[in-house]
């Protein structure tokens, strides 16, 4: 299983990013997937999530910026970030969790067992 993220970079605050995840090794949009943050110092975030019935989830931090979907036909999940903030910055993670449970942002961290390598998002004022 593998799940490779791509499209994080360095923008001013107000801009916008589209991050990827491509998913290869087991059939998409089987579990639970979302992306979650983790700034230096800090702990991971969960910033959105995607069930199999393509409901999504979002914490108050990012609502109304942030909008996570997928494309099965490509096994590709998206994360589309609008009017970004110096807070945002942070490495970017795409997730999955195999184990049935909440699909939601605020879900532990260490019950979504596969993750991606990182991409790095770097917001500047």
């Known amino acids: 299983v593998q799940l490779v993220e791509s499209g994080g970079g360095s923008v001013q605050a107000g801009g916008s990013l589209r991050l990827s995840c491509e998913v290869s090794?087991?059939?998409?949009?089987?579990?639970?997937m979302g992306w979650f943050r983790q700034a230096p110092g800090n702990e991971r975030e969960g910033v959105a999530t995607?069930?199999?019935?393509?409901?999504?989830s979002y914490p108050d931090s990012v609502k109304g910026r942030f909008t996570i979907s997928q494309d099965s036909a490509k096994s590709t999940l998206y994360l589309q970030m609008n009017s970004l903030k110096p807070e945002d910055t942070a490495m970017y993670y795409c997730?999955?969790?195999?184990?049935?449970?909440?699909?939601?942002?605020?879900?532990?961290?260490?019950?979504?067992?596969?993750w991606g390598q990182g991409t790095q998002v770097t917001v500047s004022s």
């Open positions: 997730v999955a969790a195999t184990a049935n449970g909440p699909c939601v942002p605020w879900r532990p961290a260490n019950e979504y067992n596969l």
């Open positions: 090794g087991y059939t998409f949009s089987t579990y639970c």
């Open positions: 995607i069930g199999r019935d393509g409901g999504t």
